[in-house]
Every structure is written in structure tokens, then in C-alpha cells.
């Protein structure tokens, strides 16, 4: 964390706070695919990432770009509409920009969710809650520490509050939702990985892989708000079948199981609300 970076992020929230001075108590970080979920909050106004001032800007289609701000329940919440991927060519510290936005505006609890291959799970439409990960993408921590958003070495013994989680998983099991555990692991992408890779994830303890989501937790446990995580598998993992992934079709995961993940998280949020 270069001081460069400390000053853009600094400008950066200032223009934020120019657009609106919502205060959220969650934030709702959306996955590939995942994006409608915004659309019902019960919005109060939106910020487009390229109206805030040194914000990196989502390039990758089916991500719009914008944080959401609204309420889920009496939550006050912010949704992350898109996200910053590594592979798009910026750095880790890029990647959690918003994240950290959302940290400083007042975020105490994170839901992040993602598209991604599984490996313990490996139908289309299988949910994960993940409970631990690996991270194969240089940390957004690295450089000089600023004091603000945490101390010089966080503790990651446990990056997915595990009493959350138990509300989500009974939250699961009420509405009749398949829920299952496992640790996820982020590859840099944007290739698929190898058969390979992927049994050496396995072997490394890997449930799930994808190309995000490590990095933000990261960061988010940095600044002390505990997160919760959900993968939503959209293909078997390279060479755990024998279906190409030429053709992975984001949509028909959602289309599965995405009705039941936005009712699984929004009831979790309404839940929750005594621990924010």
C-alpha cells in the first residue's frame, strides 16, 4: 500500500461523501451473474464507480459498476453492482478500492458471493458458504500500513465469522435451501485453470475456485468487518468432469439457484441486524 494509493483513496471517498452521505451497515459485494440483486433493495441512491474520483472502473461485462445504497429490511446496506478483478490488469490495492470505500463509510459486516468452479461441489446451481480460502494473488496489504483501516499484520485465523455463518446456514435450512462448506481459492485468471492447477488446489484444501473474493476478505478483515462468504458453483472444476469450459454459462447457474441465493441473503441480512 503505496502512500500514492493512501492519497487516491483518501480523494477518493471524499468524492464519494461529495454524492452522498449514506452510511451503510452492510455491504453486498455481487458476483458474476449476480447483479440483479440490486434491484431489490429498496434503493435510496446509486453512485456510478466513474463518478468517484480515482475509482477503478469495472471492464468486464456483466459487472455495471456502481455501488447501490438502500435498505434490506432496516439494514442499511451497499451493494457492490460489479466488481475489480486482478486479471483486468489492476493492482490487488486496486481490486479493494471499493471495499475499503465501504469500510471507511461505515460497513461493519460484508457478504461477498461469487461465480465460481467447484470442486466438492461440482453441479451447476450448487451453493457454497465458504468458510475458509487461499489466496494465490499477491496481497492487497503489502506496502506501508495506514493505521486507519487496521493493524500492520491482521489476524486471518478466522476471515469468515463463523457465528454469521451458522445464522445463514439455519437461514438455509428454514427456507429448504441446499447449503453446503468448503474453502475457495482465487487464481489470478482470466484463463480457466488447468487440471493440474486444479488438483493442486484440492490437495491445498480447495472446495471451490474462482478469480476474486480472497483479496476483499482480505482487506475487509484488515479494517475488522466480519464477512461472510457464498460461491455459487456455475461449472465443474477443470477436470473434476469431462465438460469443456469453453462454454460456461454464468446465467443458467443463476437461473437455477439464483432466486434461492438472493432469498438466502437478504433474509441473513434482516437477521443479523443485532450484531451490526
Request: glycine share 10%; aromatic share 8%.
Amino acid at each position: 500500500m503505496q502512500a500514492q494509493y493512501i492519497e487516491d483513496l483518501q480523494k477518493a471517498y471524499a468524492s464519494l461523501r461529495e454524492k452522498t452521505d449514506f452510511c451503510p451497515e452492510v455491504l453486498l459485494v455481487l458476483g458474476s451473474g449476480l447483479g440483479n440483486f440490486a434491484d431489490k433493495v429498496q434503493k435510496v441512491c446509486e453512485v456510478p464507480y466513474g463518478d468517484i474520483e480515482g475509482m477503478p472502473v469495472s471492464t468486464v461485462q456483466g459487472h455495471a459498476g456502481k455501488f447501490v445504497f438502500g435498505y434490506v429490511g432496516d439494514v442499511k446496506v451497499a451493494v457492490m453492482q460489479g466488481r475489480i478483478h486482478y486479471y483486468e490488469g489492476y493492482s490487488s490495492t486496486q481490486c479493494v478500492m471499493p471495499v475499503r470505500l465501504m469500510g471507511l463509510a461505515g460497513a461493519k459486516v460484508m457478504f461477498v458471493t461469487n461465480a465460481a468452479g467447484g470442486i466438492k461441489y461440482p453441479e451447476i446451481g450448487a451453493l457454497m458458504r465458504i468458510t475458509d480460502h487461499i489466496s494465490l494473488v499477491p496481497s492487497p496489504l503489502i506496502g506501508p500500513n495506514w493505521e486507519r483501516l487496521g493493524k500492520r499484520f491482521p489476524d486471518m485465523t478466522e476471515p469468515y465469522d463463523e457465528t454469521i455463518g451458522k445464522i445463514v446456514d439455519d437461514t438455509a435450512k428454514e427456507l429448504g435451501i441446499k447449503l453446503g462448506t468448503g474453502a475457495y481459492i482465487q487464481f489470478s485468471g482470466p484463463s480457466y485453470e488447468t487440471k493440474s492447477e486444479v488438483a493442486m488446489a484440492k490437495t491445498m484444501g480447495a472446495d471451490a475456485v474462482g478469480m476474486s473474493t480472497a483479496i476483499e476478505v482480505i482487506a475487509a478483515r484488515h479494517m475488522g468487518i466480519k464477512v461472510v462468504g457464498i460461491s455459487c458453483i456455475t461449472n465443474p472444476a477443470c477436470g473434476i468432469t469431462s465438460m469443456s469450459l469453453d462454454n460456461v454459462d454464468e446465467a443458467l447457474a443463476v437461473e437455477r439457484t439464483g432466486g434461492k441465493m438472493q432469498e438466502l441473503i437478504f433474509e441473513s441480512i434482516r437477521k443479523i441486524k443485532d450484531l451490526i
